[in-house]
Nanobody, 124 residues
Framework: VQLQASGGGLVQAGGSLRVSCTAS????????MGWFRQAPGKEREFVAA?????YYADSVKGRFTISRDNAKNTLYLQMNNLKLEDTAVYYC?????????????????????WGQGTQVTVSS
């Protein structure tokens, strides 16, 4: 089972980027899936998740949109109005359990499957 993230790159502040995460080895259409990010010297932090609902970190709400295409076994994160502080390695993740609270969706330890990450760099 593998989660392969792609689509990262260099973008100017205010620009847009879409990162993708394609799963292989099994389907995740009934799983909780999400995106986390990690900037240099910082802990991995929650960005967005899709499960019983869609959840976003306050820092990205209104700018980022999580979605999935089950036919392609792919998870997306559309990022608009990017800011310098969005620079990080973005990781996709999945878990087969259903989460019941927003807090659970934000916890790194709740997720079993992780992709290798894709670098997003926002420049001024």
């Amino acid at each position: 089972v593998q989660l392969q993230a792609s689509g990262g790159g260099l973008v100017q502040a205010g620009g847009s980027l879409r990162v993708s995460c394609t799963a292989s080895g099994r389907t995740f259409d009934r799983s909780t899936m999400g995106w986390f990010r990690q900037a240099p010297g910082k802990e991995r932090e929650f960005v967005a998740a899709d499960g019983r609902g869609r959840y976003y970190a306050d820092s990205v709400k209104g700018r980022f949109t999580i979605s999935r295409d089950n036919a392609k076994n792919t998870l997306y994160l559309q990022m608009n109005n990017l800011k310098l502080e969005d620079t990080a390695v973005y990781y996709c993740t999945a878990d087969d359990r259903a989460f019941h609270t927003r807090h659970q969706y934000t916890q790194v330890s709740r997720y079993y499957y992780w992709g290798q990450g894709t670098q997003v760099t926002v420049s001024s």
